[in-house]
């Protein structure tokens, strides 16, 4: 979410910069100093969190159910607001911020849910075209008068995911696998500064998985997008992360680099010894023969 342009979807890294962006750490996307989240009812959700996250970066979060993961990502684009504390993205103060200024935070969010959040009825392309809403005038899009630069630059996101061939099929028409890539698409439509991903793969099988955290981690390798990917699935965290934050009740416990992450730190993460709901069985093959692609 830096000022420099970043690629359009459609870019290769080459046309980009002759190689893949370059995570920076010493320019930060993300600031968060002493951030806490109290819930109606007295629950904590968030305690005490200090992070830095620079751009580029690609970021995994793990913790049990409950641990704050998700609302640690919504407390990014203000959807929860802190409690406490002082939340900075890409140099906005999103803790007390206007409606308008947070409007204008959240259109350089993507935003990628375990559920899809898609439209079943209509086509996978108007889905992606969603993502343009906050640059293109209501009358617009309510009519379906879409511009001809935004149109190719949904369908240059569907060609980044590899599912271009569905453009024109109803999104109710897909499978699980396929529906995250078009939420995917849609998060990248919008030409992002930073995606944020909760539980991404949570209703997908091993494969399909695997999958779409090759899609993510491809992105942002490609276009330098500052990534944050909560998982509940441990191997995933250690196969695709760069960077891992590990929260428990609240709290960050752990924030370090991928390669210095062993059992004994996710034990001290979980609270408890690892079993196997907390890794991703490797399958064979999807559970849906229309899964795949």
Known sequence: MSSARRPAPSESPKQADEGEPCPDPDTPVI???DVSVTYPGGVEALRGIDLTIGDGEFVV??????????????VLNGLVPATSGSVVVDGTEVVGASAATLRQVRSRIGMIFQTFNLVNRTSVLNNVLMGRLSVVPAWRSTLGLWPAEDREAAMAALERVGIVDKAYVRASNLSGGQQQRVGIARALA??????????????????????????????????????????HFLDL????????????????????????????????????SITDEDLLAMGDSPTDGSEGG
Do not use: H, W
């Not at 793990?62 to 993961?69: E, P, Q, T």
């Not at 899609?215 to 390798?221: A, E, F, H, V």
């Open 31 to 33: 600031r968060l100093e």
């Open 237 to 272: 965290a250690k196969e695709y992360g760069r960077r891992l934050i590990g929260l428990r009740d609240g709290e960050m416990i752990f924030d370090g680099d991928i390669a210095d992450v062993d059992d004994d730190t996710f034990r001290g993460i979980y609270g408890r």
């Open 61 to 74: 979060i793990v913790g049990l159910s409950g641990a704050g993961k998700s609302t640690l990502l919504r």
């Open 190 to 231: 919008q030409e992002p500064g930073l995606m944020l991903a909760d539980e991404p793969v949570a209703a997908l099988d091993p494969v399909t998985s695997r999958q779409v955290m090759g899609d993510l981690q491809k992105i942002n390798r490609e276009l330098g997008i500052t990534t944050l990917v909560n998982l």
